[in-house]
């Protein structure tokens, strides 16, 4: 007969024994391992189970409750360092993935037109509400576009005034945007009311010109066309762009108009004053104009004596550097962000 002295003695070792591996276990797997090396099928207290039928009768049932309990006290511990190094790792994990949301974000500079198609943008736009449709043609052009339509002959001094990037004899950089009043008037019937706008090139480089820059052409024809449409559309396209300013036609030269005219505007730096930038003049010359030559309309087998027409030129960077109060146009094509961010 088994003494249940003794095995009251295994079961109390036993169970100290397994509260303190189970309290210092670090890992689940060490716990799952603890698990059935006490509490399975195979365990220890299943073998000190095994134990009970040896002992005496009267015994068998105390016993049986103390291997019991030492059971359940083994479970409830298991169960609990089970949940703690289960929050021990959320914890750690946690503060791993930590995200501190009051830390400054990462600026990302957002990208946006330049100042001069802006400024393009803004002219054509006015031009559109006038009702002008927008037309346009080659960058690379012929000499006859360029300059022969355009009443400009071989030789005539014009051409040097225009100092021209030439491919060959008859291909070149276009020069202005004028040609392309040719390739719309070979292409269509009056009434034309358009504008072209586009880079042009010349062979210029200081601080008033780029070998590149823009232009702006508009023209209107039809069986009466006459000056004061010109004059009527121009006052309204520049107080649309630069306000309640002054206005001034002046006689000029332009080989494809007769009569052809200047037209400035009151300065807009010293409003009229006089300065540096309008020359102490208190005028700023703003764009080339006049009635379509009837030469040019014959260049595109219009008949003179039936249509009518004005044309006009101006430059983008000029009006962008007026706009801005710029001094010097080379700073639009150097792509010096701190220049460029302030439009
Ligand atoms: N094409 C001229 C230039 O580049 C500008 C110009 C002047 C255009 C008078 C016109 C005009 O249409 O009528 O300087």
Same mark, same amino acid.
């Given at each position: 007969?088994?003494?249940s002295?003794g095995v009251?003695?295994?079961?109390s %070792? $036993?169970?100290s024994?397994a509260?303190?591996? #189970?309290?210092?276990a670090?890992? /689940?797997n060490?716990?799952?391992?603890l698990?059935s090396?006490y /509490?399975?099928?195979?365990g220890?207290?299943? %073998?000190?189970l095994?134990?009970?039928?040896g002992?005496?009768?009267?015994?068998?049932? /105390?016993?049986?409750?103390?291997?019991n309990?030492a059971?359940?006290a083994i479970?409830?511990a298991l169960? %609990?360092r089970? /949940?703690a190094?289960?929050?021990d790792r959320?914890?750690a994990s946690l503060?791993?993935e930590?995200?501190?949301?009051?830390? &400054? !974000?990462?600026?990302i500079q957002?990208?946006?037109?330049?100042p001069? +198609?802006q400024?393009?943008?803004e002219v054509?736009d006015?031009?559109?509400?006038l !009702?002008f449709?927008i037309a346009?043609?080659p960058?690379v052009e012929?000499?006859?576009?360029n300059?022969?339509?355009l009443n #400009?002959?071989k030789n005539h001094?014009?051409r040097d005034?225009q100092?021209t990037?030439?491919?060959?004899d008859?291909?070149l950089?276009?020069t202005?945007?004028s @040609?392309v009043?040719?390739?719309?008037?070979?292409s269509?019937?009056p009434?034309?009311?358009?504008?072209?706008?586009g880079?042009v090139f010349?062979?210029?480089s200081?601080? +008033?010109?780029? @070998?590149?820059?823009?232009?702006l052409?508009?023209?209107m024809?039809?069986?009466?066309? %006459?000056f004061?449409n010109?004059?009527?559309? $121009?006052m309204?396209?520049?107080?649309q762009?630069?306000?309640?300013?002054?206005?001034?036609?002046?006689p000029s030269?332009f080989?494809f108009?007769? &009569?052809?005219?200047?037209?400035?505007i009151?300065?807009?730096i010293?409003s =009229?004053n006089g300065?540096?930038?309008?020359?102490? +003049?208190?005028w700023l010359?703003?764009l080339g104009? =006049?009635?379509i030559h009837p030469?040019?309309?014959?260049a595109?087998n219009y008949?003179p004596?039936e249509?009518?027409?004005?044309?006009?030129g101006l430059g983008i960077?000029?009006i962008?550097? *007026?706009k801005? =109060?710029?001094?010097d146009?080379?700073?639009?094509?150097e792509n010096d *962000?701190?220049?460029?961010?302030?439009f």
């Amino acid at each position: 007969m088994t003494d249940s002295g003794g095995v009251q003695d295994k079961l109390s %070792s $036993l169970l100290s024994e397994a509260l303190s591996e #189970i309290t210092s276990a670090d890992d /689940a797997n060490v716990l799952q391992l603890l698990k059935s090396k006490y /509490a399975g099928r195979k365990g220890l207290i299943a %073998s000190l189970l095994k134990e009970l039928p040896g002992l005496a009768p009267d015994n068998r049932g /105390a016993v049986g409750e103390a291997i019991n309990n030492a059971k359940e006290a083994i479970e409830a511990a298991l169960e %609990s360092r089970s /949940a703690a190094l289960a929050a021990d790792r959320a914890k750690a994990s946690l503060a791993k993935e930590r995200l501190d949301v009051t830390l &400054p !974000g990462r600026f990302i500079q957002p990208g946006r037109l330049h100042p001069i +198609t802006q400024v393009m943008n803004e002219v054509e736009d006015i031009f559109l509400g006038l !009702g002008f449709d927008i037309a346009e043609g080659p960058q690379v052009e012929l000499d006859r576009y360029n300059f022969a339509s355009l009443n #400009i002959p071989k030789n005539h001094p014009a051409r040097d005034m225009q100092d021209t990037f030439y491919f060959s004899d008859d291909l070149l950089l276009r020069t202005h945007t004028s @040609p392309v009043q040719i390739r719309v008037m070979e292409s269509v019937k009056p009434p034309i009311r358009a504008i072209a706008p586009g880079a042009v090139f010349r062979r210029d480089s200081d601080i +008033t010109h780029t @070998p590149m820059f823009h232009q702006l052409e508009g023209f209107m024809v039809d069986t009466n066309i %006459s000056f004061a449409n010109l004059k009527s559309v $121009l006052m309204d396209f520049l107080r649309q762009l630069f306000g309640e300013v002054g206005i001034r036609i002046r006689p000029s030269f332009f080989p494809f108009v007769e &009569p052809g005219a200047e037209v400035d505007i009151t300065c807009v730096i010293c409003s =009229g004053n006089g300065c540096r930038v309008c020359k102490e +003049t208190g005028w700023l010359e703003i764009l080339g104009c =006049g009635m379509i030559h009837p030469n040019v309309f014959k260049a595109v087998n219009y008949d003179p004596e039936e249509y009518t027409g004005f044309a006009f030129g101006l430059g983008i960077e000029r009006i962008a550097m *007026l706009k801005y =109060g710029i001094d010097d146009i080379r700073l639009f094509y150097e792509n010096d *962000l701190r220049f460029l961010r302030q439009f």
